[in-house]
């Protein structure tokens, strides 16, 4: 596998760009917050289906609707990161909790 790395320097043709990586920025904080509370609230686990109705919804709110800016593969693919390091993390601590120990240390997705 080949991989490239570019970099994006600050201009004025790369301003939508930075514009909406800090969009899907905050729809990753907002989706770890929203996991986070309903966790807590309930005790259960977000999937990703219900997380992207909920960022759709918010999508068509005055409040958020700058979150249009970003495609609709994009917003998936930050909620499908999410669901992937979860569900890792839930695996893992099932694992630890059966007396079964892993050589990684896995934590929930951070802010």
Not at 71 to 85: F, L, M, T, Y
Request: net charge positive; with cysteine; glycine share 4%.
């Amino acid at each position: 596998m080949r991989t490239f790395v570019f970099k994006a320097y600050a201009s004025r043709r790369n301003r939508k760009l930075h514009r909406q990586i800090d969009i899907a920025a905050s729809i990753w904080n907002h989706c770890i917050a929203l996991h986070k509370r309903y966790f807590r609230l309930f005790g259960k686990h977000l999937n990703q289906f219900q997380l992207m109705k909920h960022i759709t919804k918010l999508k068509k709110m005055p409040r958020y609707s700058f979150w249009s800016e970003v495609g609709s593969q994009s917003i998936q693919d930050v909620v499908q990161r999410i669901e992937k390091g979860y569900q890792l993390f839930f695996k893992c601590a099932k694992d630890w909790k059966a007396g079964r120990t892993s050589s990684r240390k896995v934590r929930p997705p951070t802010f």
